[in-house]
T-cell receptor, first 114, second 116 residues
């Protein structure tokens, strides 16, 4: 089955710096890769996703890159702000009996200091 | 408003109690999921319902019993739980089309469960 590894487990940056979180996956058939942000006391919120037919996607200060050959994908946050502090999860999809399922990474705790 | 609402937000129960968690989605989705989130572990998929049919039971102990009366509501019935079952239980929903992928899952804010 699919296996997703995520690094680093914690990341501390100064406000205004960039933050990069990296994930690798094992199933070459995976074709959908969402990223979630989880704030304290809340559930994971989808912030960006990428499909395997593109290599990069941007949404304001957030971007995701995908390298299908190497089977890794990354989340890039530029001009970080204190409100970006949260736990971020990557995930990779796989199909089972005709339906999509997601496998999640273990999460990265991002702390942005003012 | 996340579109997926879970109640209660917090639950403390003894090992001999019976309780239920509730999830409701207002997104018009046809698939619903229960996940368990424990500290320092990836989200663990417990149950999947597609079109109200249970399609997945990831070797979850029988003390957890799901129920999906319609595509908008999902329950998790709990009985005789163990201390290791203390965790955040998350509900999610998505729009599933058989044979197609690339559909995002949307999560509720979870129920924080503590077993005494």
């Amino acid at each position: 089955g699919e296996n997703v590894e995520q690094h680093p487990s914690t990341l501390s940056v100064q406000e205004g710096d960039s933050a990069v979180i990296k994930c690798t996956y094992s199933d070459s058939a995976s074709n959908y890769f969402p990223w979630y942000k989880q704030e304290l006391g809340k559930g994971p919120q989808l912030i960006i996703d990428i499909r395997s037919n593109v290599g990069e996607k941007k949404d304001q200060r957030i971007a995701v890159t995908l390298n299908k050959t190497a089977k890794h994908f990354s989340l890039h946050i530029t001009e970080t702000q204190p409100e970006d502090s949260a736990v971020y999860f990557c995930a990779a999809s796989y199909m089972e009996r005709g339906f999509q399922k997601l496998v999640f990474g273990t999460g990265t705790r991002l702390l942005v200091s003012p | 408003e996340t579109g997926v609402t879970q109640t209660p937000r917090h639950l403390v129960m003894g090992m001999t109690n019976k309780k239920s968690l509730k999830c409701e989605q207002h997104l018009g989705h046809n698939a619903m999921y229960w996940y368990k989130q424990s500290a320092k572990k990836p989200l663990e998929l417990m149950f999947v319902y597609n079109f109200k049919e249970q399609t997945e039971n990831n070797s979850v102990p029988s003390r957890f019993s799901p129920e999906c009366p319609n595509s908008s509501h999902l329950f998790l019935h709990l009985h005789t739980l163990q201390p290791e079952d203390s965790a955040l239980y998350l509900c999610a929903s998505s729009l599933q089309v058989q044979g197609a992928s690339n559909q995002p899952q949307h999560f509720g804010d979870g129920t924080r469960l503590s077993i005494l």
